[in-house]
């Protein structure tokens, strides 16, 4: 008897022991999800393969950072920046999120460029496992009505796009094929944007009111928007900010909060901002163009870190 209560002591004194050390692995930094911009892939050494290695060093080698790719390959992954349906490669994102064991408690997401609004759809139509703060580093939440030069001039495609963009954006077969088609806001047009845009006058609730993305954005701990204020590749780059030209022209903009897109809340930004989980950062520079002590200061030591 005295042996099997010495043998239980022992058992339990092991179960606690490795309880307690998986407390401790999980008390750290959650993991990051990270999504690039057009033209760019997942693990460009350039680019956010030097933002994974930055993260890692700050928030510990053992920080689990998944950057998406979709595709196959790394080329792939920026053909799809241009020619992949939107609403496709979210529902591609949404599946690896959720099938990753890493994640399932929860992650942090941040998106560059065109990836942050990607990532947005990723929070309003995805809500499990649960996005906990959601960064968007120069995204285009009110779309673009304009097509600069491509990030990456190389890429024989931009000019396409950008003829193609000026006489057909709300085509279907457009919509279906380009992925700047599905964020191209045209303010003159209002009614021809909500009426033909595939993705954007959808997780934006232009449409109709889709109370489960206004649930699940509510959700977040904290929505950070950051715009850089000498941008040349968003047009315009309040949209950055979640501001958009005033209806019926292209010339004056309208703050997000006198817009009847923030006065109604259809997407809960005015209770974001209210709860005080709304945040609006702005960056010298031109498009994605900020310092590693930028971003270690204002984005991981404050969202990143627990």
Avoid at 72 to 94: G, P, T
Avoid at 164 to 169: G, P, R, T
Avoid at 230 to 237: A, E, F, G, H, L
Avoid at 271 to 285: D, K, Q
Wanted: glycine letters at 6%; aromatic letters at 12%.
């Amino acid at each position: 008897m005295h042996q099997i209560g010495f043998f239980s002591h022992i058992f339990i004194f092991i179960l606690l022991t490795i309880l307690a050390y998986g407390n401790r692995i999980n008390d750290g930094s959650p993991p990051v999800v990270l999504w690039h911009g057009m033209g760019d892939s997942c693990c460009n050494p350039l680019s956010l393969g030097r933002i994974i290695k930055l993260l890692q060093k700050n928030l510990g080698t053992d920080t689990y950072v998944k950057s998406l790719q979709i595709g196959k390959s790394f080329e792939q992954d920026v053909k799809n920046s241009f020619f992949m349906n939107v609403n496709l490669q979210v529902k591609d994102a949404c599946k690896q999120i959720s099938i990753d064991p890493k994640l399932s408690s929860g992650y942090n997401a941040i998106g560059f460029s065109q990836g942050a609004q990607f990532l947005r759809a990723v929070a309003q139509r995805c809500p499990n496992p649960p996005m906990l703060n959601l960064i968007s580093i120069g995204g285009q939440h009110q779309g673009v009505f304009g097509m600069p030069r491509c990030l990456y001039s190389s890429h024989k495609w931009c000019e396409y796009i950008r003829l193609v963009l000026n006489k057909e954006a709300y085509a279907k077969w457009v919509q279906n094929s380009l992925v700047q088609a599905e964020y191209w806001h045209d303010p003159i047009k209002e009614s021809d944007y909500i009426k033909g845009s595939h993705f954007l006058a959808d997780i934006n609730n232009e449409r109709i009111i889709n109370e489960n993305y206004r649930e699940n954005l509510l959700k977040l701990k904290n929505f950070i928007m950051v715009m850089f204020t000498n941008d040349t590749m968003v047009i315009p780059k309040e949209s950055e900010w979640f501001a958009f030209y005033s209806p019926g022209q292209d010339k004056e903009i309208m703050p997000l909060e006198q817009s009847v897109f923030y006065l109604t809340d259809r997407l809960g930004l005015k209770v974001l901002e209210e709860s005080g989980r709304l945040h609006f950062l702005s960056v010298p520079g031109n498009h994605l163009q900020f310092s590693e002590e930028w971003f270690l200061n204002e984005i991981v030591n404050k969202y990143l870190k627990e």
